[in-house]
């Protein structure tokens, strides 16, 4: 009993801080800095509970009698836990000087970003479709409200009303499904559709791979998959910053947490039939993806392009997956981490300059960074490098394991295109590099202290290229060997 | 009970909502054209469960009421908000964040 609660222990926190933000918002005495304290006091504690349990091997129910099967505590879930709180801990100390400059935050603002990573939670150890759902509504939910934050601002409540509608509909789906697999099955559990999906043929699965496909909807349309990307771009360019951070960061990789637990196991019997529908997803989104991005001008919106021809990266792994792949797996797993580090040290930048000034970004504005911040110059090239996959950072061995997984199954045509997208990727990349470094500055050289935020984005920095070329030699740090033995073993974890 | 006039009836109104997003550009009907597919889906579980005969899926549809009623609340918050701002709720006048200047 008392070691389930532990086991529980990081999310009751999360959760506890939301309420106990919104019980400190009612009152007016405290500053965003409190909020902002109090909101990483709560995440950090869950993170710091949560890191025992990655080496714990074995799969748990929590409270068995009560939840039955619903809530399930693996490596798998604990490691999508880890990149939650870190993602949200790191968007709040990042963005504390884009929260002071603003006017529109207040202690809400904190109490429902700790909601959306409850919600997130709660999602990566749901083992139940209505679970699931509610798990995924609470998160968008909240990030919804987070999208529309700036309230006097047209284009923020423009880029909420836009994701609400769109993300409701897509929501309906989801519950569709599940109710056909309900039809079908009669329980909704993950384990229960998997044992029926092996024990009957296929006039009865019939309904379940319907449901699987209305379920399948919706999670390509929160990653961005390209028939489902209209809002993508608008919404990251209308949200705040910090907002567009948490998304392109955070938010993404927990819907990989539900579609790799019901794709790779529940529905391992049956995936080969989404194969060909997930191949044409997947290049569509390679190649819309890129288009969205090299045609932007403003950064926010070119790097939400980018966002979605990573989504096609990794659902080209979704479909080695489907194909009999045993790499595939793991090299999500590894890709997902790479993307997070480098998509917030991406972002963390633009909010961190973003934060000075009131328009938004454009290449123009990036013209001669290197002379005036020569290090956040450096670090955000180093953050370029790693998302268009140059070698010795991250993204390199990221693409790498993709790319092999797709060989592997058989996909070769589809591993060619990622690896021209990768290529195309390189000019809207560089394009930044460029600017910082190649033209001369008209603004005078301004000395900024060092703080907080530029700590956290150099240390993102040196976990990025750390994750291309570390070694393992160093004691208790592990090197790229270790970062992808903790994807293995957190697959592994679902079987 | 048979129950395909229900399905057929849970399939219309599924299908209404979706038309009504499509077509319609008052953000009110919107709004309600999700709430019919949210409630069709609703109907599905309910005539589901009294197949199957347990009360999976009644419950199921009771759980569903309260995030609808949690999405209501965000969703009237932002009519609210759009027509304070823009004296409309006319869909097409939302579009300063549409691409067709740039494109």
């Given at each position: 009993?008392?070691?389930?609660?532990?086991?529980?222990?990081?999310?009751?926190?999360?959760?506890?801080?939301?309420?106990?933000?919104?019980?400190?918002?009612?009152?007016?005495?405290?500053?965003?800095?409190?909020?902002?304290?109090?909101?990483?006091?709560?995440?950090?504690?869950?993170?710091?509970?949560?890191?025992?349990?990655?080496?714990?091997?074995?799969?748990?129910?929590?409270?068995?009698?009560?939840?039955?099967?619903?809530?399930?505590?693996?490596?798998?879930?604990?490691?999508?836990?880890?990149?939650?709180?870190?993602?949200?801990?790191?968007?709040?100390?990042?963005?504390?000087?884009?929260?002071?400059?603003?006017?529109?935050?207040?202690?809400?603002?904190?109490?429902?970003?700790?909601?959306?990573?409850?919600?997130?939670?709660?999602?990566?150890?749901?083992?139940?479709?209505?679970?699931?759902?509610?798990?995924?509504?609470?998160?968008?939910?909240?990030?919804?409200?987070?999208?529309?934050?700036?309230?006097?601002?047209?284009?923020?409540?423009?880029?909420?009303?836009?994701?609400?509608?769109?993300?409701?509909?897509?929501?309906?789906?989801?519950?569709?499904?599940?109710?056909?697999?309900?039809?079908?099955?009669?329980?909704?559990?993950?384990?229960?559709?998997?044992?029926?999906?092996?024990?009957?043929?296929?006039?009865?699965?019939?309904?379940?791979?319907?449901?699987?496909?209305?379920?399948?909807?919706?999670?390509?349309?929160?990653?961005?998959?390209?028939?489902?990307?209209?809002?993508?771009?608008?919404?990251?360019?209308?949200?705040?910053?910090?907002?567009?951070?948490?998304?392109?960061?955070?938010?993404?990789?927990?819907?990989?947490?539900?579609?790799?637990?019901?794709?790779?196991?529940?529905?391992?019997?049956?995936?080969?039939?989404?194969?060909?529908?997930?191949?044409?997803?997947?290049?569509?989104?390679?190649?819309?993806?890129?288009?969205?991005?090299?045609?932007?001008?403003?950064?926010?919106?070119?790097?939400?392009?980018?966002?979605?021809?990573?989504?096609?990266?990794?659902?080209?792994?979704?479909?080695?997956?489907?194909?009999?792949?045993?790499?595939?797996?793991?090299?999500?797993?590894?890709?997902?981490?790479?993307?997070?580090?480098?998509?917030?040290?991406?972002?963390?930048?633009?909010?961190?300059?973003?934060?000075?000034?009131?328009?938004?970004?454009?290449?123009?504005?990036?013209?001669?960074?290197?002379?005036?911040?020569?290090?956040?110059?450096?670090?955000?090239?180093?953050?370029?490098?790693?998302?268009?996959?140059?070698?010795?950072?991250?993204?390199?061995?990221?693409?790498?394991?993709?790319?092999?997984?797709?060989?592997?199954?058989?996909?070769?045509?589809?591993?060619?295109?990622?690896?021209?997208?990768?290529?195309?990727?390189?000019?809207?990349?560089?394009?930044?590099?460029?600017?910082?470094?190649?033209?001369?500055?008209?603004?005078?050289?301004?000395?900024?202290?060092?703080?907080?935020?530029?700590?956290?984005?150099?240390?993102?920095?040196?976990?990025?290229?750390?994750?291309?070329?570390?070694?393992?030699?160093?004691?208790?740090?592990?090197?790229?060997?270790?970062f992808i033995d903790i994807a293995k073993q957190a697959v592994l974890s679902l079987q | 009970m048979t129950p395909e006039p229900f399905f057929a009836l849970a399939t219309l109104l599924f299908s209404m909502g979706i038309i009504g997003i499509i077509s319609r550009r008052n953000l009110f009907v919107v709004y309600m054209s999700i709430e019919l597919m949210l409630s069709s889906v609703n109907l599905i579980l309910a005539l589901f469960s009294r197949l199957h005969g347990d009360m999976h899926g009644s419950v199921i549809a009771l759980l569903m009421i309260a995030v609808i009623a949690a999405e209501a609340a965000l969703f009237l918050a932002i009519i609210v908000l759009l027509y304070r701002q823009r004296r409309t709720l006319d869909s097409d006048v939302f579009s300063k964040l549409s691409q067709r200047d740039t494109l």
């Amino acid at each position: 009993m008392l070691d389930q609660l532990l086991l529980i222990l990081p999310m009751a926190i999360t959760v506890i801080g939301a309420f106990f933000l919104m019980l400190l918002s009612w009152n007016k005495r405290f500053t965003l800095k409190d909020y902002n304290l109090v909101a990483v006091f709560f995440l950090s504690l869950s993170f710091i509970l949560e890191l025992p349990q990655l080496w714990n091997t074995e799969v748990i129910y929590i409270f068995p009698e009560v939840f039955g099967k619903m809530y399930v505590i693996d490596n798998f879930s604990t490691l999508f836990d880890l990149m939650f709180t870190a993602g949200a801990i790191l968007t709040l100390l990042i963005n504390t000087d884009y929260f002071k400059s603003r006017n529109y935050f207040n202690g809400e603002y904190f109490a429902l970003i700790l909601f959306s990573v409850f919600g997130m939670m709660t999602l990566a150890h749901s083992n139940e479709l209505v679970t699931a759902f509610i798990a995924l509504e609470i998160a968008s939910l909240s990030v919804y409200a987070l999208a529309g934050y700036h309230k006097s601002n047209r284009l923020s409540s423009e880029a909420m009303l836009k994701y609400m509608i769109l993300g409701s509909m897509t929501g309906a789906f989801f519950i569709l499904g599940t109710a056909l697999i309900y039809g079908a099955v009669g329980s909704t559990t993950l384990g229960d559709i998997a044992a029926f999906i092996k024990g009957s043929g296929d006039s009865e699965t019939l309904l379940v791979i319907t449901g699987g496909t209305f379920i399948m909807v919706t999670i390509l349309f929160k990653i961005g998959a390209v028939p489902f990307h209209s809002w993508v771009v608008d919404v990251y360019h209308g949200a705040p910053f910090p907002v567009t951070m948490f998304m392109a960061s955070t938010f993404k990789i927990a819907l990989f947490a539900i579609a790799l637990r019901l794709y790779l196991v529940d529905f391992a019997p049956i995936n080969a039939i989404w194969s060909e529908l997930l191949q044409v997803i997947t290049v569509l989104t390679l190649i819309g993806g890129s288009w969205l991005a090299i045609t932007q001008d403003n950064l926010k919106r070119m790097l939400a392009g980018s966002s979605i021809v990573h989504s096609g990266y990794m659902l080209i792994a979704i479909s080695s997956i489907g194909l009999g792949s045993q790499e595939a797996a793991p090299a999500i797993m590894f890709y997902l981490m790479s993307y997070f580090l480098s998509s917030v040290g991406a972002f963390g930048i633009l909010s961190f300059i973003a934060s000075r000034s009131q328009k938004s970004l454009t290449f123009e504005d990036f013209k001669g960074f290197a002379q005036r911040r020569p290090y956040l110059a450096a670090m955000m090239a180093i953050f370029m490098l790693s998302l268009s996959g140059f070698p010795s950072t991250i993204g390199f061995l990221g693409k790498f394991y993709i790319f092999t997984s797709a060989i592997e199954s058989g996909q070769i045509l589809l591993a060619g295109l990622g690896i021209l997208t990768a290529f195309i990727s390189v000019y809207y990349y560089f394009k930044l590099i460029a600017m910082m470094y190649f033209y001369p500055t008209n603004e005078s050289q301004k000395r900024f202290p060092m703080d907080l935020s530029g700590v956290l984005i150099g240390l993102m920095a040196v976990l990025v290229i750390w994750g291309g070329i570390g070694t393992g030699l160093i004691p208790f740090i592990p090197g790229v060997d270790g970062f992808i033995d903790i994807a293995k073993q957190a697959v592994l974890s679902l079987q | 009970m048979t129950p395909e006039p229900f399905f057929a009836l849970a399939t219309l109104l599924f299908s209404m909502g979706i038309i009504g997003i499509i077509s319609r550009r008052n953000l009110f009907v919107v709004y309600m054209s999700i709430e019919l597919m949210l409630s069709s889906v609703n109907l599905i579980l309910a005539l589901f469960s009294r197949l199957h005969g347990d009360m999976h899926g009644s419950v199921i549809a009771l759980l569903m009421i309260a995030v609808i009623a949690a999405e209501a609340a965000l969703f009237l918050a932002i009519i609210v908000l759009l027509y304070r701002q823009r004296r409309t709720l006319d869909s097409d006048v939302f579009s300063k964040l549409s691409q067709r200047d740039t494109l």
